[in-house]
């Protein structure tokens, strides 16, 4: 029965072997031809770009929103391909938001995958010559996702400042400015609790070793670094200034510092202090008030934090800028050698005619 069988299947062969042959050869080539456009769709290079660009994905975005995206930028050459692709992947139903670095030569498999596993590139976050929590927000809010009202709203919430060991009057100490990466999609709290890490680390035991040599809190030297950050932006003197200031506390004078009156009303464009500035009333007139004010007055930078911590060692109690406008200043022993020094700036400032 079986060599019955053999026998008819090979005079079927036999009589129908050229067109076994054809059907034989066209599924191959059929075949063949599918893994080309297989292999095509998913490994061939579907990113042909000068140089890197970075696709970035609003929180609660769809798959049509990152199809714009990418379309909009020309971030792909061959769309359908990639659409292709996500639906092979899964990938319109788990999008997931971030900034994303399209490289050159990325195939449309790399690149769904890299979606998929949210495999984000961190952005390089920059902040500094900030005073308030508002231009904080401000310039945040330009490098990552997080808007400025979010970040003001937790900023001020009431809780907030306690839970991270600060008051709301010391809570931008936190802040230290410098350069830092973060996940472009980064949440309040995560920018916060982060921050409070760097602020840590940025006391390391050498900087609280110092601290505790001239008998001040993190958050005291960060005020006074403020105000030697608004009066000079020359760090050779910073230290010098610092020390005038240590003087006045040691000797519970008034720190006179114009900074905070300029602080107090809310108007930095201030450029010569009168007498009916000093009359304002806030905790932070250090004309009225004995003592630092509440806190600081900006957010200091590194180098004036360190100029508090290395404050120069001297008899001075006044400083008053030049009158050659250039950035620095003349210091004082005695209040009659200072009001020389300060008769000769105001004079510069009437010749300039600089009153306000």
Known sequence: MLTLYCKRMFDFFIRYKKWILIAGISILAILILLGLIYYNRMFRSNVELAKDKYLYIKTGSDFSAVVDSIKKNNLVINLESFISTSNSFGYTNRVK????????????????????????????????????????????SKQLEIDSLTFIRYFKKEEIPESYGFTDKTLISMFIPNTYQFYWNTESKDLFDRMKREYDKFW???????????????????????IVEEETNKNDEKSRIAGVYINRLRQNIPLQADPTIKFALNDFTIKRIWTKHLEVKSPYNTYKNIGLPPGPICCPSISSIDAVLNYENHQYLYFCAKDDFLGYHVFAKTLTEHNRNAEAYQRALNKEKIYK
């Open 204 to 226: 390391n035991k050498e900087r609280s070793d110092k601290l505790n040599g001239i008998g001040l809190t993190r958050a005291e030297v960060s005020t006074l670094a403020s």
């Open 97 to 140: 938001s971030g900034c994303y670095r399209i490289k050159r030569g990325m195939s449309n498999r790399t690149l769904v995958r890299m979606l998929i596993t949210a495999s984000q590139s961190p952005v390089r976050v920059t902040f500094n010559n900030i005073r308030t929590p508002e231009q904080l927000a401000e310039k945040i």
